[in-house]
């Protein structure tokens, strides 16, 4: 939050602006690789590799529109962030760059993706996995101003976070699978992958005391991915039981450390 001691400096200004300039670029890559413009589709990169049903890890279909969410979620920030009472806040000055960071890996992953570059798809997404960790960190120690920072600023990159976490193991699987390997019994790999984003997922509850939006995207990743075991190849009743299990253990733990902290929050006023 801006003080009276402070005002926005040049590289604030300029970490603004190019903030602002990214998101089109991002929004753009994004349409490139939902087929807008022609060309190939992210679900048609690595000869499918990609695909809703080329691995065990693969959520639905459906479970990619959560995208219109963030990418709304990422204009309404790149907007806010820009007027000239938000460009030298703490926060601002802290994530900023961060912020950039995460719009330009997401552009490179559509670009990497699209170009059946599915090794760099990997390295491009724990890097954004990274960044948007550093991210949570600056938020969680810091309190937003106002509730439209709660939303803009908190809320989505929340939502991005939980995503990108679900998203990063789905890369993986399906680097795996596009490197060969293609295990017959696929249950028992793909139940530990999913045990980690549990153990992900808990752990930001824990640090965050209990954030809704990380465990709302992650609980939507995992529970199409539920349905997408159940319903369509590759199919497998163990993965879509221990997806939904992780989706009830994530929630309920977010929900029982937000209202741990409520209370603890009480006492102490």
């Known amino acids: 939050m801006s003080t009276a001691t402070t005002s926005a400096t040049t590289a604030d200004r300029v970490r603004a602006i190019v903030v602002l300039v990214a998101l089109p670029v991002t929004i753009a890559a994004a ?5 807008a413009f022609g060309g190939t589709e992210v679900q048609e ?4 590799a990609f695909a809703a049903t080329a ?14 969410v963030i990418y709304l979620g990422l204009a309404a920030y790149a907007i806010w962030q820009v007027l000239p009472r938000h460009q030298d806040e703490p926060r601002q000055r802290r994530m900023g760059w961060l912020a950039l960071a995460s719009l330009v890996l997401n552009a490179a992953w559509i670009l ?10 990997v390295v491009i997404i724990v890097a954004l996995l ?3 960790i550093v991210i949570f960190v600056v938020l969680v120690r810091s309190r937003p101003a106002t509730l439209v920072e709660r939303v ?18 789905a890369n993986v699987a399906a680097w795996l699978a596009d490197m060969g390997l293609r295990p017959a019994a696929f249950d028992v790999p793909a139940s530990i992958m999913l045990v980690v984003v549990a153990a992900v997922g808990v752990a930001l509850a824990v640090y965050g005391k209990g954030r809704i939006a990380p465990m709302l995207s992650i ?3 995992v529970s199409w991915l539920a349905v997408g075991r159940a319903t369509s190849e590759p199919e497998s009743t163990v993965v879509a039981i221990v997806a939904v299990v992780v989706a009830v253990v994530v929630a309920a733990a977010t929900v029982a450390l937000r209202l741990r902290s409520r209370r603890e929050h009480g006492l102490a006023t």
């Open 112 to 121: 990497a993706s699209t170009s059946g570059l599915v090794a760099l798809t």
């Open 55 to 68: 691995t065990p890890l693969a959520p639905a279909g459906p479970a990619f529109s959560i995208w219109s």
């Open 45 to 48: 990169g690595g000869d499918g």
């Open 219 to 221: 609980v939507w990743g």
């Open 31 to 35: 349409a490139l690789g939902s087929g």
């Open 130 to 132: 990274l960044s948007l």
């Open 152 to 169: 803009v600023v908190d809320g989505t990159f929340g939502l991005y976070l939980g995503w990108v976490c679900v998203a990063t193991v």
